[in-house]
C-alpha cells in the first residue's frame, strides 16, 4: 500500500556575529579612517516546522510534501540595540542582533522526482511576517513579506555520495512602518538568489554529512555562503 510520511522538525539556533565597518568623519578634511567592530551572540530565533508527503508516487509523477514553518523571535531583538557615538557624528551600532524582532509563518509545497541516478526537486514558499508594534514611540513595523522558489538537481556518485546543484530566489516586498519616528520613505523591494553546489555523504543509516556553497546572483545577495550540516535520524 501507499506510505505517507510526515515529520516535526525543531531548530533552536546558537548565534555568532562579527562584523568590521571602515568609517571616515565627513567634511573637517580628515582622511584618517577608522575601524569599527561589532559582535553579537546568543540564542537566535527558534524554529518549529511540520511536513507531510501528501501522495504516493508510481514512479511516473513526483512526491509532493506540503509543510509549514513557524519562527519565534527569541533572538536579540533589532530595535532594543543601543548605538555608541562615532568621532564625526555617525552611529553605529554597540553590538549585533542575534534574532530578526518578528513572529513569522511560512507555509511551503516542494517536490521530489527520482529519476534514477538523478533526482529533481523543487518548491516554493510564503513568509508571512506579522507587524509589531517595536516600542520606543517608533511605531507599528510591517518588514515585507516574502515569495520563494527554488529547483534543482541531485545525482548519486555510489551508494554513499551525491552531488546537487539548485539555484534559490526570493522576492522581499517593501517594508513600511506606521504611528511612529521610524519611517520607510524610500524603501524598495529586494531580490536575492543564489546559484548552490552541494555534496554529501552517508556515513550510516542515521548519519550523513551535507556541505554546501552559494554565490549570489544579486547585489543584494551575499557573495558568498558556505554551510555545513550533519543530520542525524533517531
Known amino acids: 500500500g501507499a506510505v505517507y510520511i510526515g515529520n516535526l522538525e525543531l531548530k533552536v539556533p546558537y548565534v555568532y556575529r562579527t562584523e568590521s565597518a571602515v568609517t571616515r568623519p565627513i567634511g573637517g578634511g580628515s582622511t584618517q579612517d577608522s575601524v569599527f567592530d561589532t559582535s553579537g551572540k546568543g540564542l537566535g530565533d527558534v524554529e518549529v516546522a511540520a511536513r507531510y508527503q501528501i501522495n504516493d508516487s508510481n514512479g511516473d509523477t513526483p512526491y509532493y510534501i506540503a509543510g509549514v514553518r513557524l519562527k519565534a523571535r527569541n533572538g536579540k531583538d533589532p530595535f532594543s540595540i543601543s548605538y555608541s557615538t562615532l568621532p564625526g557624528g555617525s552611529q553605529m551600532q554597540s553590538e549585533l542582533p542575534t534574532g530578526s524582532g518578528f513572529v513569522a509563518w511560512q507555509p511551503n509545497l516542494s517536490f521530489i522526482y527520482p529519476t534514477d541516478p538523478a533526482v529533481f526537486f523543487g518548491g516554493a514558499n510564503l513568509v508571512k511576517n506579522i507587524d509589531r508594534d517595536v516600542g520606543g514611540g517608533q511605531g507599528t513595523i510591517h518588514p515585507g513579506d516574502a515569495v520563494g522558489l527554488n529547483f534543482g538537481m541531485g545525482l548519486a556518485l555510489n551508494e554513499k555520495a551525491s552531488f546537487s546543484i539548485g539555484v534559490e530566489y526570493t522576492h522581499v516586498g517593501k517594508p513600511s ?19 548552490l553546489f552541494g555534496y554529501s555523504y552517508r556515513f550510516s543509516p542515521s548519519t550523513t554529512v551535507n556541505l554546501s556553497v552559494g554565490a549570489g546572483l544579486t547585489p543584494d545577495s551575499p557573495g558568498i555562503q558556505l554551510m555545513l550540516r550533519i543530520p542525524i535520524t533517531f
Do not use: E, I, N, V
Open 177 to 195: 512602518a506606521a504611528g511612529g519616528s521610524l519611517l520607510f520613505p524610500a524603501a524598495t523591494s529586494t531580490q536575492l538568489a543564489t546559484l
